[in-house]
């Protein structure tokens, strides 16, 4: 079983990235499981979301404690929150952020950062980084196609939108894969 | 001949004798006709009316709970309108379901426009558990809860304004009737069921033990209510009143006088402010309904 | 009898209870002085007022509790209130 | 088809293939999710039901009363405080032999307030004469309301029926489930056919009360129901697995229990952590096994003790504690196992979403293994 945690504050999306992960994921043919840590939080407020792969039935309930992966989609998180608590090695931390990292992750754990706030500014018109950073996401880590992300975001958007977050996940797709 | 009268409120019931609940239940099942559901909220009817297996009602009839009529009511007429039925649903409720622990429920069905008629038969107390006040207990009436005694004359506070609340809720038709007058009852009830939306009407209905009379003066009793100016008959279609009745006003001591509930106000003394202050009431009552007829005056 | 499913029940079995045994005064109508308003059957909280083929009114003396509100309302005083012989 | 959804979304999608006629309900998290998506359902046409937008939960329930009364099939969900509230109603619809079904998306009881996971609010209910069933996952969340239907409104049990899921944990997570189409649910489930109802043709009295004469033999009637409902629960659970390919007819399930020292006793969605922390476990040599709970009402007692029979200690989970006593489950577990010798450990865990990982169950198996005293399992030492 593998597993993702996503940090955020209220109102960016990680809910829906973990479900958009999620249903990427089953799309490509293994299990997986999207969940929210239940809160009260409001807007603004950090807030996590997780999502589990597994290749059979996934039965665990409880939170995500030790991550293969982390999504931290807004960079002042990282000296409020923990954000790299639990990674495995071996793991991988994608970070939202347009300057060069002051900070650094445990040993044997993967860094990639990606400026999605001005890619989803350039495709979308909208500061909204979720879409952008499941692109990064599908490029760093194999879990999930990017044909599936499309067919999902699709699924979730009307056209017009979908088009816009497709782009914006394909360019930070495209960047984490050239780096790579 | 095994039955003799053809009311749909049967004989047999435990009602005591004189009760003026139980000829508002004999009347308003009469206004509804059998096409009609009725929903009891607790209370002393619903005890009268169906210990097992022995109901009164040969209407379809439910009783839940105390404070949830309206919300029953609601059900019901959700599901017939669903089922595409026609039966009318009339809740039938004391006061204390209805001014006190029902009001949630009414403000909430009320708001949300079901099409049912809500009766609220008016005894003025709790009279299942042994006339406790309620809200709409009248001012200086010594009920159990709101006992006179050495520091106190009764319940302090005047009747809650019911039919005005659910007329501010948008109910198109309010009434508010009494047992001395059944063709006005008839009438009223009848008009409240065929308006479509949430109906309310409110039945003075003496009560001869919680109020302390003789079963027989029941009828006088309410009459004298509405004499003196103490209960008010009237219609508000959509929030105004277009319909009083008007009366040749007694003064209120007629009505207090007739039942123990007032008659700290006479023994061991006479208690002259707190007549004074009945009285006040009925002289507001008959200047905002407009109820006293005018007579001519006596030529010398 | 075995229980109704809800403790719900059809209407007949009211009947069963005899109120007229809770009578200590029994109403006694007089046919000569009654002008047939009926009166006394719309205000009977028994509801066990009826009329006969003639338009005159006679009470159910198995439900009639006594009450007295039919005598004392009757407009022609037709109806007197007399001690219950047991 | 299998789909992945918000266990609410699913549980919404299963209601409104069951085609409820009325539906009342308040919101309150973490249940709103599914009301709102019936009211969507209805605001779209794609359920054709009279939807109460009531103001409070008192008369959610007493709306599904009246409704269910006049013959119509009638749903309702909500979880803790807004359960408490409808407490009276739910003693008087069971009373009245009105098959409600009524979602709870399980939530703690204030005070102190806590939106978060336990089981206290149904379980406090679970003398009001409701069946209850419990979900491990949101494909059995989803199916139960099929199988609640089904037996609630047989004639021969007339009862309502609490289909119980974990808040948030359920609630609130995406998964895959096997979505059921409008003819597979119209096959399996009939149109709601009362035995009888509020009709002017037919005129009866509903909700009359009993003076002692009569009420002893009421309580046990919905007694006997509630016993009968064990087979009518096993007959609709088995149609459901020959229909769908998951079977319900069981009312407990056993995993990996047939040769197991340890039993650990579970109910929610706990058991799919109890399951992987086994599989991990018995991976080191360790016999453990999971005896699940699904239904809670009527409680399987014999079926338990039964399946119980073998094992050398037995450890009952309960995210539930009757205070100045134990935990609901284990009080009934002990029950079912009067005249064994073997020895049954209390753990009152999980309260108010403290969360439960595989670490803490593989404790408890070893606590269990030094003693059978009952405990809280879990408690921060530093605060007490």
């Known amino acids: 079983m593998r597993e993702l945690r996503i940090h955020g504050r209220g109102g960016q999306g990680s809910v829906t990235a973990a479900e958009l992960i999620a249903v990427a994921a089953f799309e490509g043919g293994v299990f997986s499981q999207a969940f929210p840590a239940f809160g009260v939080e409001r807007r603004g407020a950090p807030v996590q979301a997780f999502v589990r792969f597994d290749d059979k039935k996934i039965r665990l309930r409880s939170q995500v404690y030790e991550p293969n992966y982390i999504i931290v989609q807004d960079s002042t998180l990282i000296k409020d929150v923990n954000v790299f608590m639990g990674v495995r090695k071996g793991g991988i931390v994608i970070v939202n952020t347009e300057k060069k990292p002051d900070y650094t992750v445990p040993e044997g754990v993967k860094l990639i950062t990606i400026d999605a706030t001005t890619i989803a500014l350039k495709a979308i018109g909208l500061p909204i980084t979720n879409t952008s950073l499941m692109g990064a996401f599908a490029a760093a880590t194999g879990e999930i196609q990017f044909s599936a992300l499309e067919k999902a975001l699709n699924h979730r958007f009307p056209k017009e939108l979908a088009a816009k977050n497709i782009a914006a996940a394909k360019v930070a797709f495209d960047i984490v894969k050239g780096a790579a | ?300 | 009898m075995a229980l109704a499913v809800g403790c719900r029940a059809r209407p007949g079995k009211a009947r069963d209870n005899k109120t007229g045994s809770w009578r200590v005064f029994k109403p006694a109508f007089d046919h000569e002085k009654c002008s047939k308003c009926g009166m006394c059957q719309t205000l009977c909280p028994e509801g066990c007022v009826h009329e006969d083929a003639e338009g005159f009114f006679d009470p159910d003396y198995n439900y009639c509790k006594g009450c007295g509100i039919c005598a004392a309302e009757c407009p022609k005083e037709a109806i007197a209130m007399k001690q219950e012989e047991k | 088809m299998m789909e992945i959804t918000e266990g609410s979304h699913a549980i919404a999608e299963a209601v409104r293939l069951c085609r409820p006629q009325v539906i009342s309900a308040y919101p309150i998290t973490p249940q709103t999710h599914i009301v709102e998506a019936l009211a969507d359902f209805v605001a779209n046409g794609q359920l054709d039901a009279e939807y109460i937008t009531v103001e409070n939960e008192l008369s959610a329930l007493s709306a599904c009363v009246g409704a269910s009364a006049a013959g119509s099939r009638t749903y309702s969900a909500t979880t803790s405080q807004g359960l408490m509230l409808m407490a009276e109603v739910c003693f008087n619809a069971a009373g009245m032999r009105l098959p409600i079904i009524m979602s709870i998306a399980n939530r703690a009881m204030g005070a102190p307030l806590s939106i978060w996971n336990d089981q206290q609010d149904s379980i406090a209910l679970r003398d009001s004469g409701w069946l209850q069933f419990y979900a491990e996952d949101n494909q059995e969340a989803t199916d139960l309301h099929l199988l609640a239907y089904k037996v609630a409104e047989d004639h021969a049990i007339q009862l309502p029926a609490f289909v119980c899921f974990d808040g948030f944990i359920l609630s609130h997570t995406y998964e895959p489930v096997d979505m059921l189409t409008q003819q597979d649910v119209d096959k399996y489930l009939p149109k709601f056919n009362p035995s009888e109802r509020l009709d002017a043709a037919d005129p009866i009295s509903f909700g009359m009360y009993a003076t002692p004469e009569y009420y002893l033999e009421f309580r046990y009637e919905m007694d006997q129901a509630q016993k009968r409902a064990k087979d009518v629960i096993a007959k609709a659970g088995k149609e459901f697995g020959a229909m769908f390919g998951r079977d319900y007819s069981a009312l407990i399930e056993g995993y990996r229990l047939e040769d197991a020292d340890t039993a650990i006793v579970a109910m929610g969605s706990i058991c799919g952590t109890v399951k992987d922390a086994i599989d991990e476990m018995r991976a080191d040599g360790k016999k453990v096994g999971l005896l699940k709970i699904r239904v809670f009402r009527p409680f399987p007692s014999e079926e338990i003790a039964k399946m119980l029979s073998h094992v050398k200690r037995v450890a009952v989970l309960d995210k539930n504690i009757s205070l100045g006593a134990k935990g609901a489950t284990v009080m009934e577990v002990r029950d079912a196992l009067y005249g064994s010798t073997i020895p049954v450990k209390g753990y009152v865990l999980g309260l108010g979403g403290r969360d439960v990982r595989k670490r803490n169950i593989k404790e408890i198996v070893e606590l269990t293994e030094k003693g059978p005293e009952d405990m809280f399992y879990g408690l921060r030492k530093e605060l007490i």
């Open chain 2, 1 to 300: 001949m095994a039955e003799k009268t053809c009311d749909l409120f049967d004989c047999g019931h435990r009602a005591c004798g004189g009760c003026g609940a139980a000829l508002a239940a004999r009347l308003v099942t009469k206004a509804a006709g059998k096409e009609s559901i009725f929903v009891s909220s607790t209370g002393c009817m619903e005890v009268f009316s169906t210990p097992y297996p022995e109901t009164a009602w040969k209407v379809p009839w439910i009783h839940s709970l105390f404070e949830n009529a309206a919300a029953v009511a609601s059900g019901i007429e959700a599901a017939l309108k669903k089922q595409g039925r026609k039966e009318k649903v009339v809740i039938m409720a004391g006061d204390g379901a209805t001014f006190d622990i029902g009001m949630i429920c009414i403000s909430g069905a009320f708001e949300r426009g079901h099409d049912f008629t809500y009766i609220c038969y008016d005894n003025e107390a709790y009279m299942n558990t042994g006339i406790q006040r309620s809200g709409s207990t009248p001012y200086d009436a010594s009920t159990t809860t709101s006992p006179a005694g050495k520091y106190s004359f009764g319940n302090k506070r005047q009747k809650k304004d019911m039919p005005a609340i659910l007329a501010a809720h948008g109910a198109p038709y309010v009434a508010t009737t009494s047992i001395a007058y059944p063709a006005d009852l008839l009438q009223k009830v009848e008009k409240a069921i065929a308006t479509p939306g949430p109906s309310y009407v409110q039945i003075h209905a003496p009560c001869c033990t919680g109020w302390g009379f003789e079963g027989e003066q029941t009828i006088a009793i309410a009459k004298l209510a509405i004499e003196t100016g103490l209960w008010v008959n009237y219609e508000m279609i959509d929030g105004k009143v277009t319909k009083v009745k008007k009366v040749v006003r007694k003064p209120v001591e007629e009505y207090l006088k007739t039942q123990k509930r007032f008659r700290h106000l006479f023994k061991p003394t006479r208690q002259d402010a707190e007549i004074a202050a009945i009285q006040a009431i009925a002289d507001k009552n008959a200047e905002k309904f407009g109820i006293d007829i005018k007579l001519p005056p006596k030529k010398e």
